[in-house]
Every structure is written in C-alpha cells, then in structure tokens.
C-alpha cells in the first residue's frame, strides 16, 4: 500500500501542471455550465446575434466583407462579428452555443494565463492562483455569460497568445517570433479596441519578471531571460504602438458614427475625472466584496467633494507606497499599475454610453491586482509567519467562496427578466434597466407593466431617447397615436440620429396623410442607417401614393439590395408595376414575396388579381380557388373571385 501511495504521489508531482489545468477547467466549468441553457439577453445581444441579419446569414464572404468594412454597433471589431458568424453557422439560434463559445474562450484563457506566467516566474502554485482567480471572480461573470461580450473573452484570448509569443521572443529574439506578436496582437485589436494597453504591460513585464530592464535593481532579479536595454525594449514596441494609433483613430470614428461617444456638454470633463477616480476605488472595492453586481451602473453626475478627494488620496498612497518597495517586491507596481493602466481606455475621459463603470471592464484589468495577492499574500503570511497550511487552506476558502458566488451571479443571466429584475434589486435611479425591463414585459404581454417602466426611466433621466422611444410605441399600439408622436419627436430632439424613431414618426405621419413630412424622416432614417431596409421599402410606398411611381421602384429596388430576403419590397414592387399595367413584371414578384413567405395573403390576393389582368384566366381562377382553399375566411380573395367569375360570364 504504502508503495501505491509513493507513487501516486510521484504521478501528482510529475504532472502537476497537467492537475492543475484540470482543475481550472473542472472549476470553469461548476460555474459556468448552466450558461448552456440561457437565452440571448434585450440588452446588445439583438444588435449582435438575434436580430443581425448580416450574422444571421452565417459565414458567407458577403458576411465577411460586411464585417470587415462595417462601424455596426460603434465599434469595428471583425473577428468579432466573424467569429458570431461561425456560431450561427454550427448553432443557428440556438443560445446555448453561443454561450458555449463564451465559456470555451474563457477557460482557453485562464489556461494560457496560468502557463505564460509560470513560464515567466517559475512559480507554479501561484500563477495558478493567479489563473483562478480570473477564471472564477464573479465580476467576469458578464464577460463569460453575455453573448454580446464575445469581443471581451476573444480579444482576452488573444492578448494571452501575444504574452505567450512575446516570451518566446524575449527568450530567443528572431524575425519569426517577432511576427507572431505582431499577429496575435493585431487579432486582438481587431477583435475589441481595449487591446491597445497591452504593448504598455509588456514593457511591465519586461522590468518583472522578465527582468529584461532594470530601472533599479530588484531584490529577486534572477532570471532565465537575458537582459537588455531600456531603448531596445521601447525600440521593439514601436511597430505595436503604430497599429495602436490606426486602432484608436478607427475606434473613435466608430464610436462616433455610432453615436457611442458623450459630449463633453453632457457629461463636463471635471465629472468625468471625478467618477474616474471614485471608479477605481469601486472597481477595487467590487474585486475584495463583489456582491450587488448589475449588468449597468447609472453615470452619477455630482459628487461630493470628500468622495472624490479621499478615491485620489487612496489611489496616490497605494502608488506611493508599490513604488517605494519596488526594489524589493517588484511584483507590486508592475501588478498596480498593469491595473491602473488597462482601465484607462474604458475608465470614462472618454465617456462612451451612459454607464458610469461595467463589471466587463475588469476582465483583464483585474490580472494585475491578482498578481499583486498572488505575490504579495505569501510574502506577508511568510514575515509574520503564518504557517504554510494555513496559506493554503484560505487559497482554497476563497476559491470555494468565488466559486459560489460566480455560480449565483451567473444565474442572473439566464434571460433577461431576471437580468433586469436583478439589476433594478442592486442599483438606484437606473433608468437603462428600467427601459430593458419594460421591452421584456412588452414581448411577455404585460403592456401596462412596460408602459410603467418605461415612463420610469424617463421620469428618472427625461432626456433618454430610448425610453421615449419605446414608450411612443406602445402609445401607438394603444391607439393614443397623438401622444406617440410627441415621444418620437422627443427622442428625436434628444438624439437626432435616432433612425428607428425617424422611422415610426414617419409611419405615423404617413397615416396621418402627412406625405411630405413622412418622406422628410424615412430620408432621415435611411441618412442615419443605410441599411435600414424597411425605411426604403416605406419611402417608396409614401412616393407612388404622391404618384411618383418610378421613383418608389426606386428605393423598393434599395430595399432588396440591402435585404434579398424582404418579401415586403418584393410585395412593393408588385403593386408598382401593377399600377404602371406591367402584370407580367407584377406577378414575377408576387410569387417571389410568396416564395419568402407562403402565408402572404395580400401577396396572394394581389397575384391572382395580376394574373386575371396579365389575360391569365385560368391560372388566376385557380389561384382565387386555392386562396380561399387556405383560408375560406379571406373576404378579399372571395370578392375578387365573385368579380372575375362575373365578368367571365359577361364575356
């Protein structure tokens, strides 16, 4: 026995590695294995996955180019949009692939993490502390379980490959390893912008642990990498830091286009750096107490003024205090300011959304504080010394802990009425959920539960488009069009570029009889979004009841180039040839429109029509019979077909 026992024991030492990847995975996978059953969320997951009929095409080279040229969503992240592509391509709707993907990306992550930096310092036992923290922290729970942030854990994805490469560089410098950084890295840009801090945390890790720059001597300097200049260091990024600034002139042109970036006369520059500050002192406080986690924290406009001067006195003193130790522990600035340093893009100088911070925004972030506990905890148990069991014990106390609370908060993320529901129980004044909530009641069948949520969350913020929007059109489908009107024209004074607001007024005008109005929003719209394919099809219904018929062929003709598969256009188009007496055109796309959708009734009523006048009287007679075949209800077909039976007996 006690031989089995020796060797077993030799076996764990030997592939230790191995074990603890293993772990990683099994812990991963506790946590996150119910995301396999989650629906897609009303909060992004429409505009990426659900309701993008460009994704929705799965992985074609119309898709692709689409991807690749595209500002969708105020962002330009190809691979992103590609990478939705293939799941849809292997899981059509169904959510819980997606999810899937998420997850996967996410434990190929915490591996890569947990290797790299055992490959850089030697220590196993805590670089795997490192790799589970990040695996298991609910705060990168949004990251795992939104669909919509498949661009964090795949830029995440490769921002661990450029380490990994990077250290093979470093280890043995050549022209090769050097271009599969620049690959790597260059992925990551083009998967989600937030990758551009990294050139910056690798000259980190050039002064630890790679030990490639000393500044100072550190007291643990030892290292297997061979030493080197500081402008040969900087020298070698430089090609890095070039296709950081294409990235960031490319991103802020998105975020622009896509109206993402807040004005400075929104949100004043002194706010911005005032909930920057406090920022960082929640996103600490979040990392040691990460309960009352929401998908959305409302952008707070005044604070007072202790709050603001203690988060930068707390920030100055913990700077203050890494550097000075540096020279012995030089894991803590490098940990600190890796922190520090990958929030600066997304830590609100430049506002995009409303959001004053997200949980997402941590997901890489985050790495350098577990660095800093990682090294940093058994340093200090070790000066007081603490014995090592105890050490261990509560390495493992609070994984258990993390794995608990990330399985709960995941939870939350089943579907969106929990989502919403939940975040409404953990913040205040949120007016964003309270506009999410109120579109989940709405396709629940709760109208009046929505309406109340949705005059919420304007009377919280009154200059928020989206809820006036929403709240005009539940007004309209209540029959109260005149009150609908004055909330899309709100929302249109709130945010002008709002298309899908420019598009509903225009719907209203028009059946108001309105032309000339109507026309002036659907050409708005369609400024806006050139893609909006139902604003083509709608402008050209409002010119060919002006009697510009060729014109309307026009914009139904847009519509389809936009959308092949718009049975809608092809339904346009037919009337418009009918009415110039072209019915062979006429019945063409009729049966087009029925091809896309079989149970288009007024499609089908409108193509035996054109086939009777088209001098096709027996195939239009046996279209009326097959009509009221489907549906003996259909009144109009009936009529027509008692019409043509009259006049064929006159003849």
């Not at 692709?64 to 709707?93: K, R």
């Not at 850089?120 to 805590?126: A, E």
């Not at 379980?145 to 498949?150: G, L, N, P, Q, Y």
């Not at 600490?284 to 009352?292: A, D, G, Q, R, T």
Request: hydrophobic share 45%; aromatic share 14%; proline share 4%.
């Amino acid at each position: 026995m006690p031989l089995k026992l020796n060797s077993l024991k030799q076996l764990i030492v030997k592939y230790q590695t191995v074990w603890l990847c293993l772990l990683l995975i099994a812990a991963s996978a506790v946590v996150y294995s119910q995301v396999r059953n989650f629906d897609f969320i009303n909060y992004d997951d429409d505009d990426y996955v659900s309701a993008n009929h460009h994704i929705q095409d799965g992985l074609t080279l119309k898709a692709i180019a689409w991807a690749f040229t595209t500002t969708h969503a105020g962002n330009w992240h190809p691979l992103t949009w590609v990478s939705h592509m293939i799941d849809v391509q292997f899981f059509g709707e169904n959510a819980g692939g997606h999810h899937f993907t998420n997850l996967l990306f996410h434990i190929a992550n915490t591996l890569i993490l947990f290797l790299v930096f055992f490959k850089m310092t030697g220590s196993r036992s805590k670089s795997a502390f490192v790799a589970a923290l990040f695996a298991l922290h609910p705060m990168h729970v949004e990251s795992v379980a939104w669909v919509s942030e498949r661009k964090d854990v795949l830029s995440a994805f490769f921002w661990m490959l450029t380490m990994w490469s990077y250290v093979n560089y470093v280890r043995r410098p050549s022209v090769c390893r050097y271009l599969w950084v620049i690959l790597f890295f260059v992925s990551g840009l083009l998967s989600k912008p937030m990758i551009v801090t990294l050139p910056c945390v690798l000259l980190l890790l050039d002064y630890w642990p790679l030990n490639r720059i000393q500044l100072f001597r550190p007291a643990d300097s030892v290292s297997t990498f061979p030493e080197t200049s500081g402008f040969q260091v900087i020298l070698e990024k430089i090609p890095l830091f070039v296709l950081i600034a294409l990235s960031s002139a490319v991103t802020i042109y998105a975020q622009k286009q896509g109206g993402a970036v807040v004005s400075l006369e929104t949100i004043p520059l002194n706010t911005r750096i005032a909930n920057s500050l406090i920022s960082y002192v929640h996103y600490i406080e979040k990392m040691v107490y990460p309960l009352n986690l929401g998908v959305i924290y409302p952008h707070e406009r005044m604070f007072q003024w202790w709050e603001i001067s203690g988060a930068g006195l707390i920030l100055l003193v913990i700077t203050w205090l890494f550097i000075r130790t540096a020279r012995k522990y030089p894991y803590l600035p490098v940990g600190w300011f890796w922190f520090l340093g990958t929030l600066v893009p997304v830590i609100g100088i430049i506002q995009v959304g409303s959001q004053a911070m997200a949980d997402r925004y941590t997901y890489v972030p985050y790495i350098g504080l577990f660095v800093v506990i990682a090294w940093g905890i058994p340093n200090l148990m070790r000066q007081w010394r603490f014995p090592k069991e105890l050490l261990r014990i509560s390495a493992i106390s609070i994984l258990a802990l993390l794995i608990g609370l990330s399985w709960r908060q995941a939870g939350f993320w089943k579907n969106s009425l929990t989502l919403f529901e939940h975040t409404l129980a953990v913040t205040s004044d949120n007016y964003t959920a309270h506009n999410n909530l109120g579109a989940v009641l709405y396709n629940l069948g709760n109208i009046d539960e929505a309406i109340s949520h949705y005059r919420q969350s304007i009377q919280i913020n009154p200059d928020y488009s989206k809820g006036h929007f929403n709240l005009g059109v539940l007004l309209e489908q209540k029959g109260e069009s005149d009150v609908a009107v004055r909330h899309y024209s709100e929302a249109i004074r709130i945010n002008p570029d709002s298309d899908k607001a420019h598009y509903n007024l225009g719907v209203l005008l028009d059946a108001k009889r309105q032309y000339d109005e109507a026309i002036r929003h659907y050409f708005k719209a369609i400024h806006v979004n050139p893609g909006y394919y139902q604003a083509y099809n709608n402008l050209g219904a409002v010119l060919m009841k002006k009697g510009r018929v060729d014109d309307a062929i026009k914009y139904f003709k847009k519509a389809l180039d936009v959308n092949p598969k718009y049975e809608k256009a092809y339904f346009s188009l037919g009337v418009a040839f009918n009415k110039l007496e072209k019915y062979d055109q006429a019945v063409s796309h009729y049966q087009k429109a029925l091809e896309l959708n079989p149970d288009f009734e007024q499609a089908r009523n409108n193509l035996c029509v054109a086939l009777f006048y088209n001098g096709k009287t027996q195939d239009a007679m046996d279209c009326f019979r097959n009509s009221l075949q489907k549906n003996p209800e259909n009144l109009t077909a009936e009529e027509n077909y008692e019409k043509a039976l009259i006049f064929l007996q006159n003849q």
